[in-house]
């Protein structure tokens, strides 16, 4: 099966990727500091604030994502063009 036949059969999805050993590492960093701080916080209010800065910043970085996906797959393309224009 074709790269293109896959990815039209769903066996491949472009939101899923390998994360590097230094993703890693800092997920696990920025983990452990958020729960350092949510202990910290004695308020619900204060830990309900936390929770909407963090859904706000998944949702950030989800649209981050999104974007940058875009881009990458437009360069792809105009480099793939450039290279069939010079042949």
């Given at each position: 099966?074709?790269?293109?036949?896959?990815?039209?059969?769903?066996?491949?999805?472009?939101?899923?990727y390998?994360?590097?050993?230094?993703?890693?590492?800092?997920?696990?960093?920025?983990?452990?500091?958020?729960?350092?701080?949510?202990?910290?916080?004695?308020?619900?209010?204060?830990?309900?604030?936390?929770?909407?800065?963090?859904?706000?910043?998944?949702?950030?970085?989800?649209?981050?994502?999104?974007?940058?996906?875009?881009?990458?797959?437009?360069?792809?393309?105009?480099?793939?063009?450039?290279?069939?224009?010079?042949t």
């Amino acid at each position: 099966m074709t790269t293109l036949e896959n990815f039209y059969f769903r066996n491949i999805d472009p939101s899923e990727y390998k994360q590097s050993r230094d993703t890693k590492k800092k997920l696990t960093e920025m983990t452990k500091l958020l729960d350092e701080l949510r202990s910290m916080l004695t308020t619900e209010q204060q830990k309900e604030k936390l929770e909407q800065i963090e859904n706000s910043q998944l949702s950030l970085i989800a649209l981050s994502e999104k974007d940058a996906y875009i881009e990458g797959f437009k360069l792809g393309v105009r480099m793939t063009t450039e290279i069939y224009a010079d042949t």
